[in-house]
């Protein structure tokens, strides 16, 4: 039997290939001369650039740039096969949990370590880009991001802006007069899988705000300096649209790109399985097994699950769901295209033990084992 073994990762435990590598462990038990296809997974977050660049031939570069408190951080980036495509997660920069939560304050955390990123790929002949955007720090409508390119964004004294959402309370006016000319050359296609707009009670300031450390009187003033920004920018920008759906993504990263870059925002799932390239191993596969940390409600609402469920769907194939826990409301997921589900869990474990990683690959093997044991037997009567 051929098996397509595609599990996101489980988060804090263990990476995409390492959970798809322990259940071909257990696969291989029960059948040693099962075929077995090995993918990273992701949806466009953590994991996204592995799942990339482990697929498509690529390798990993690192380079130091601005923290999200300015700080210097060595950040790794991917460039694929092709060394013309690199993939970034803004988060490596840019990312919450780079900032202490006593620290937690949008008014000063920067983007411009996205955008020398950025400008160290351009730097080595990337021209097309595949960014993930979230899990970000920040809230200053990726102003950073777009200084560090050469946009300048001025005061009324002609002087920049100084970094994060306080800067904007005095910005005055955009130039493009010192952008990096290769910037026109790329495109960037950047997973976004909120809808939010940039600004209002929908948008980043009020919906992403308190969980970046913002106080009430703090989001609000961030929303007005937003919509200020956003007014500036559509003199110079008249496709400048803060109500777009995706807009409000990353503290307003999503306005930055679909203003200031030639970007389109799209399906983090959607976008993985195409770059990957996942659909041919779809074809091929009598069984597909995915799975990710925490089946629940949301998976059904377009995780990475559900994405290469709904994929193998369109190829009738049957497919099984592995997760550290299963909640209640995972049974939508049987919707989305997955025939049955379970908890990798062997016995009763506190957070802790269930989190090692050594017991959780265990775990997966012992339970992909299973899995191919019932779906291999089914078959098998299928056929008589």
Sequence with gaps: MRVLIAIDSFKGCMRSLEAG???????????????????????????????????????????????????PRSCRWGMLGDTRTAVLEMAEAAGLALVPESDRNPLYTTTYGVGELIRQAIEEGCRHFVIGIGGSATNDGG????????????????????????????LRSISASRVIPELAQCRFRIACDVTNPLCGPDGCSAVYGPQKGADPDQIVRMDRWLADYARLAAEQFPHADPNRPGAGAAGGLGFAFLTFTNAALESGVQMVLEETRIEDAVKGADLVLTGEGRLDGQTAMGKAPAGIAK????YGKPVAALAGSVKKEASACHEQGIDAYFSILQKPASLEEAMDRETAKANMADTAEEVYRLFACARRLSRQ
């Excluded at 005061?155 to 309370?169: F, Q, R, S, T, V």
């Design 143 to 170: 102003v950073g991001m777009l200084q560090a390119l050469g946009y300048d964004f001025l005061d009324e004294e002609g002087k920049p802006i100084p970094p994060g959402a306080a800067g904007l309370a005095g």
């Design 311 to 314: 994929l193998a769907k369109q």
């Design 21 to 71: 590598r322990a259940a071909e462990a257990g696969i291989l038990r029960a059948d040693p001369e099962a075929q077995t296809m090995v993918r990273a997974l992701a949806d466009g977050g953590e994991g996204t650039m592995e799942a990339l660049v482990c697929s498509r031939n690529g390798c990993f570069r690192n380079t130091t740039v601005s923290g999200p408190l300015g700080e």
